[in-house]
């Protein structure tokens, strides 16, 4: 193949789903790969701005997808490592790696590496409600439980966040100074004022959740390394985990790492209660017990879960935005937005305090 590097690309309003040509020639080249006929091949999602994209293709063996990864090479193989070892050692419900003909998981072109998977169908999304939202904590806690004993293959990037915790918390106090500072100096966008009325109070809530962390079982929990823990998923929700063929199955875990699991129902419940603009003390009591019952979460590992759901995560993960173009991201918008984040932000508390000694 020619020595192509892959780089991010622009969308085109013209287009839906636009991948640029040569990326679109580089792709059946790599189909040649295969043993299996393409019939019919069709993006169905890309990662322009990382370079990546997924394509469904239809062949003489049933449907597959072939996958651009975004990644570096040596963190796709890791990624590759941990889907292997979910479907051939834990018989989870992960979509299968189709081999080339040489036999590889991969292969490698344009400076990155692409896979072809079984995809599955049919997938159903599972309800938003109560009851379907508990699923789909108990489809991440077994999940979770199943990447236990994970070893990435020789030459993989090992990808692990679970040392990183107090690093994270303290690189979102940083980042609230930094939209201190921005607020500020466009003091007069509409969002500003509001923001500026908030900031100190949620600076110092993370300031908080720091020295709670460092004075938890954090740092004997992780003494437990890498393999003990397993993976995260990182992207876990409605749309990567789906109702299919014998259950539940999860899909794209391009970004899963070594982690504390209970990152991922930290986004799931924070995620959910955005949604419903309120935090409602049933909704996380069931969410958490859903998950507990296919991986238990001990006293000390639901410590750290509630110092994590302390910090003012939606809020944080909304303004990370406004520093790339602060005199856009500042406007009337942005403000009713962020109020709703605020008040939603005050419901927590109560709800907070109510499960503080549950597990206890």
């Not at 169905?44 to 997808?65: D, F, H, R, Y």
């Not at 159903?124 to 070893?151: M, N």
């Not at 007069?188 to 079982?217: C, F, G």
């Not at 790492?257 to 996380?284: C, F, H, Q, S």
Request: aromatic share 10%.
């Amino acid at each position: 193949m020619k020595e192509i590097v892959i780089l991010p690309w622009e969308e085109r309003e013209d287009i839906k789903i636009y991948i640029p040509d040569y990326i679109n020639t580089l792709a059946k080249e790599v189909i040649k790969n295969y043993n299996f006929q393409v019939y019919n091949m069709e993006a169905v999602a890309t990662k322009s701005e990382q370079g990546g994209a997924i394509w469904k293709l239809s062949t003489n063996k049933g449907p597959k997808s072939l996958k651009l990864l975004h990644r570096r090479p040596t963190r796709s193989l890791f990624s590759l490592g941990a889907q292997r070892y979910l479907v051939d050692v834990k018989r989870a419900r992960v979509p299968a790696i189709v081999k080339t003909k040489n036999g590889q998981d991969f292969i490698e072109a344009g400076g990155k590496l692409w896979f072809v998977a079984e995809w599955i169908e049919p997938l159903a999304p599972i309800s938003k409600d109560l009851e379907g939202t508990k699923q789909l904590c108990y489809t991440l806690g077994q999940f979770h439980a199943q990447t236990r004993g994970y070893v990435p293959p020789n030459g993989a990037e090992i990808a692990s966040r679970l040392y990183k915790w107090p690093k994270k918390y303290e690189k979102m106090m940083n980042k609230m100074d930094w939209f201190r500072n921005l607020a500020k100096a466009y003091r007069e966008m509409p969002a500003s004022s509001i923001i500026l009325n908030v900031i100190d109070q949620y600076e110092d809530e993370v300031r908080t959740s720091l020295s709670r962390l460092n004075q938890s079982k954090y740092l004997d929990l992780i003494k437990k390394g890498n393999e003990e823990w397993g993976l995260a998923h990182q992207d876990y929700g409605w749309s990567n985990a789906q109702m299919g063929p014998n259950g539940m199955w999860i899909i794209d875990l391009d970004g899963v790492a070594y982690d504390l699991p209970i990152r991922d129902l930290r986004k799931l419940i924070t995620g959910k209660m955005a949604e419903l603009n309120k935090w409602d003390v049933t909704w996380v009591r069931e969410m958490i017990k859903a998950y507990h019952k296919a991986n238990p979460i001990s006293p000390e590992l639901y410590e750290v879960l509630l110092i994590d759901l302390s910090l003012p995560n939606e809020f944080y993960r909304f303004m990370k935005d406004m520093v790339l173009e602060p005199e856009l991201f500042l406007n009337q918008t942005t403000a009713e937005l962020v109020n709703s984040l605020i008040m939603t932000e005050q419901s927590k508390w109560p709800v907070l305090k109510a499960i503080q000694n549950d597990w206890r």
